[in-house]
């Protein structure tokens, strides 16, 4: 059964954004109605089942929007699934994980999320805004360092544990719902 799933970004130079996008892709694949918006444009988390929220990781901190959205939905992201994942590291620590900002790991604690995945990010002299990533984009961290693979199997994984969720859940109703036999009752 389909789930209703809202994958939302806070992007600074776009690529946090390709990254929401092929999660909506695989998670599309797996049979889910998914939803893939920037997250200052997300008014209620309601109509979702599961949020998936990704972030721009810039100096160990994140997006302002991103933190924001925590903030003001912890509530009802108390009542969903969520999984959370920062993207942005180039060079050679691209593929170490990367720490939570104190915040967001409070409110992920908050939440009863894990804590977030790390996806290499992308930093181009065409789309860097700032004068550091400016500077940076023109030397040897240039480049495209996400690792496409990598985001298609935590995507696959998440689809994979909202199935299971559906399918215990739907194990522990069926057998709260199940006749039960009179104490004493024996067959044969």
């Known amino acids: ?92 620590d691209k593929d170490e994980d990367q720490a939570m900002p104190p915040a967001v790991s409070h409110l992920a604690h908050e939440i009863g999320a894990t804590a977030a995945v790390t996806f290499a990010g992308r930093l181009e002299p065409a789309t860097a805004k700032g004068f550091l990533a400016r500077r940076l984009a023109a030397g040897n961290l240039a480049g495209d360092a996400r690792d496409w693979d990598k985001i298609r199997r935590w995507s696959a994984d998440i689809s994979a544990a909202i199935e299971a969720t559906q399918r215990s859940t739907w194990h522990r109703t069926s057998a709260e719902h199940a006749p039960r036999r009179p104490a004493g009752h024996f067959l044969g």
């Open 1 to 92: 059964m389909s789930k209703k799933i809202l994958v939302a970004y806070a992007s600074k130079m776009g690529a946090t954004a390709g990254i929401a996008a092929a999660i909506g892709d695989e998670l599309r694949a797996h049979g889910h109605s998914v939803d893939v918006v920037e997250v200052a444009s997300v008014k209620d988390v309601a109509p979702y089942d599961a949020v998936v929220l990704g972030s721009a990781l810039y100096i160990r901190r994140w997006r302002r929007d991103a933190v924001r959205f925590l903030r003001h939905n912890v509530e009802a992201l108390r009542q969903r699934q969520v999984w959370l994942f920062h993207s942005g590291p180039v060079g050679p």
